[in-house]
């Protein structure tokens, strides 16, 4: 529940804390007074509490200090067998464990594309153990520096996989399965001491939210960019332009270009040096198509997507975009007969562009670079015919067989059963239905 919410995990952090004070164990009451400390911002009187409860354990630590050297240096006569380990030689051993853990890690992130399921289990499960290592033992992770190098590698790996598998046909393609291992890891990576992966955790968890499900769950994925930004302003100013402009990426994908644009205003005002080019040609982009739209009559939008389908499905889906930014501000121009006839021109026009694509995509070598680009060209159909077929029923259990068949190719043959129920149930046209019954029963032969 405290994904969401930086005071809650302070809380957490904070009665935790005060467990281990209790049972004085004061190193650990210390680590997890700082993370209360680095999670709390909201409440100026909660963190001046932990910064007094910091103050306090310091004195606790120094006194068990004082107190140790203080001993007298006598000791008892034992066997070599029964010598308790002494302290550095415990935390020595805790430390390897942790570094091992990681190297595992790491080293499965470099295998992934020989089978990424296997190494996802295994590096969830390492990830686990190395959480419960960090939560149990006081040890600080730069404290060691092979520890550190191992660490600092760990996040880089986990921040390329998240950037690499946060698009589109990457989300979509994946078999359920795969989507929840992918949110396990991201989840646990939540669990580790605060950095700016908590940047790339909201980023790709917002689209998941968006590309996971045939349900575009567009309210949960808006919170999840919202809260990157609230942490970037909190924590890490240095990537608060980087996430205005993945917000204003996310409204423009959402048609709400007066939203993006205000994002964008607020990105370039930030003048990052590695960012000021993309962000400015998004801003100027923007700027003329809302420029087009108050100069252009609705309708002429579905025109314009037609006719530029077969030349540029980039343009295609931009005009497209342009429409339903339209019809937000338009509504009542859908009932006029001219408007739904030319809507449902254009559907069935995307529909034929879809097949067409799906012909193609079953010519090309999954992994190529052809394959990837008609597969996105796909899903960014899907994504924007969604949003007209909320009163189409054939047009969503058209989206679904889509869906399925795409599975299918994949060999994703639960995942793609599901699809294809949903298009039966969702199919009023009965020439449809009966080829979706059929795939059907093909699915439960490969299944069996």
Same mark, same amino acid.
């Given at each position: 529940?405290?994904?969401?919410?930086?005071?809650?995990?302070?809380?957490?952090?904070?009665?935790?804390?005060?467990?281990?004070?209790?049972?004085?164990?004061?190193?650990?009451?210390?680590?997890?007074?700082?993370?209360?400390?680095?999670?709390?911002?909201?409440?100026?009187?909660?963190?001046?509490?932990?910064?007094?409860?910091?103050?306090?354990?310091?004195?606790?630590?120094?006194?068990?200090?004082?107190?140790?050297?203080?001993?007298?240096?006598?000791?008892?006569?034992?066997?070599?067998?029964?010598?308790?380990?002494?302290?550095?030689?415990?935390?020595?051993?805790?430390?390897?464990?942790?570094?091992?853990?990681?190297?595992?890690?790491?080293?499965?992130?470099?295998?992934?594309?020989?089978?990424?399921?296997?190494?996802?289990?295994?590096?969830?499960?390492?990830?686990?153990?190395?959480?419960?290592?960090?939560?149990?033992?006081?040890?600080?992770?730069?404290?060691?520096?092979?520890?550190?190098?191992?660490?600092?590698?760990?996040?880089?790996?986990?921040?390329?996989?998240?950037?690499?598998?946060?698009?589109?046909?990457?989300?979509?393609?994946?078999?359920?399965?795969?989507?929840?291992?992918?949110?396990?890891?991201?989840?646990?990576?939540?669990?580790?001491?605060?950095?700016? !992966?908590?940047?790339?955790?909201?980023?790709?968890?917002?689209?998941?939210?968006?590309?996971?499900?045939?349900?575009?769950?567009? #309210?949960?994925?808006?919170?999840h960019y919202n809260c990157a930004v609230e942490k970037a302003n909190a924590f890490w100013p240095t990537e608060r332009a980087k996430i205005y402009f993945l917000r204003a990426l996310f409204y423009t994908d959402s048609n709400d270009f007066d939203k993006a644009l205000l994002d964008l205003e607020l990105a370039r005002s930030l003048k990052d040096p590695f960012l000021s080019f993309p962000i400015q040609m998004a801003y100027d982009t923007l700027k003329e198509i809302i420029e087009?739209?108050?100069?252009?009559?609705?309708?002429?939008?579905?025109?314009?997507?037609?006719?530029?389908?077969?030349?540029?499905?980039?343009?295609?889906?931009?005009?497209?975009?342009?429409?339903?930014?339209?019809?937000?501000?338009?509504? #009542?121009? !859908?009932?006029?007969?001219?408007?739904?006839?030319?809507?449902?021109?254009?559907?069935?026009?995307?529909?034929?562009?879809?097949?067409?694509?799906?012909?193609? !995509?079953?010519?090309?070598?999954?992994?190529?670079?052809?394959?990837?680009?008609?597969?996105?060209?796909?899903?960014?159909?899907?994504?924007?015919?969604?949003?007209?077929?909320?009163?189409?029923?054939?047009?969503?259990?058209?989206?679904?067989?889509?869906?399925?068949?795409?599975?299918?190719?994949?060999?994703?043959?639960?995942?793609?059963?599901?699809?294809?129920?949903?298009?039966?149930?969702?199919?009023?046209?009965?020439?449809?239905?009966?080829?979706?019954?059929?795939? !059907?029963?093909?699915?439960?032969?490969?299944?069996?």
């Amino acid at each position: 529940m405290s994904s969401d919410d930086s005071d809650l995990a302070a809380f957490v952090y904070d009665i935790k804390s005060k467990l281990n004070y209790r049972k004085k164990q004061y190193k650990e009451a210390l680590i997890f007074c700082k993370r209360a400390i680095g999670f709390s911002k909201n409440n100026s009187k909660a963190k001046n509490i932990f910064l007094l409860n910091i103050e306090d354990i310091h004195k606790k630590l120094k006194k068990a200090k004082e107190s140790k050297t203080s001993q007298s240096p006598h000791t008892t006569m034992s066997t070599p067998l029964s010598v308790p380990k002494s302290q550095p030689d415990e935390d020595k051993e805790i430390i390897d464990q942790q570094i091992n853990l990681l190297k595992t890690i790491n080293e499965n992130f470099k295998k992934m594309d020989l089978d990424e399921t296997t190494c996802l289990n295994t590096i969830t499960d390492h990830l686990e153990r190395f959480i419960s290592l960090l939560n149990s033992h006081s040890n600080e992770i730069s404290s060691n520096t092979k520890l550190t190098h191992e660490y600092s590698q760990f996040k880089q790996f986990i921040a390329n996989y998240m950037e690499s598998n946060n698009t589109e046909s990457k989300i979509s393609g994946m078999s359920f399965e795969q989507t929840n291992q992918y949110i396990k890891l991201m989840n646990l990576s939540m669990q580790l001491p605060p950095t700016e !992966l908590i940047i790339n955790y909201h980023f790709t968890r917002a689209r998941l939210y968006l590309f996971s499900e045939v349900e575009n769950r567009k #309210k949960e994925a808006l919170d999840h960019y919202n809260c990157a930004v609230e942490k970037a302003n909190a924590f890490w100013p240095t990537e608060r332009a980087k996430i205005y402009f993945l917000r204003a990426l996310f409204y423009t994908d959402s048609n709400d270009f007066d939203k993006a644009l205000l994002d964008l205003e607020l990105a370039r005002s930030l003048k990052d040096p590695f960012l000021s080019f993309p962000i400015q040609m998004a801003y100027d982009t923007l700027k003329e198509i809302i420029e087009e739209f108050k100069n252009t009559p609705l309708i002429d939008f579905l025109k314009k997507s037609r006719d530029a389908l077969e030349q540029d499905h980039h343009k295609a889906i931009q005009y497209l975009r342009v429409f339903l930014y339209g019809i937000t501000k338009h509504k #009542k121009q !859908l009932s006029h007969s001219e408007f739904k006839k030319e809507l449902d021109t254009t559907k069935k026009a995307f529909e034929k562009c879809t097949e067409t694509l799906l012909k193609q !995509l079953k010519e090309e070598d999954e992994k190529s670079e052809a394959s990837e680009k008609i597969k996105a060209n796909i899903f960014s159909t899907l994504t924007y015919l969604l949003e007209l077929s909320s009163d189409d029923p054939d047009l969503a259990a058209f989206i679904s067989d889509i869906k399925s068949k795409l599975h299918y190719r994949k060999k994703q043959y639960k995942e793609s059963l599901a699809y294809c129920k949903k298009a039966i149930d969702l199919s009023q046209n009965s020439k449809a239905k009966n080829i979706f019954l059929l795939n !059907l029963e093909d699915l439960n032969k490969k299944l069996s």
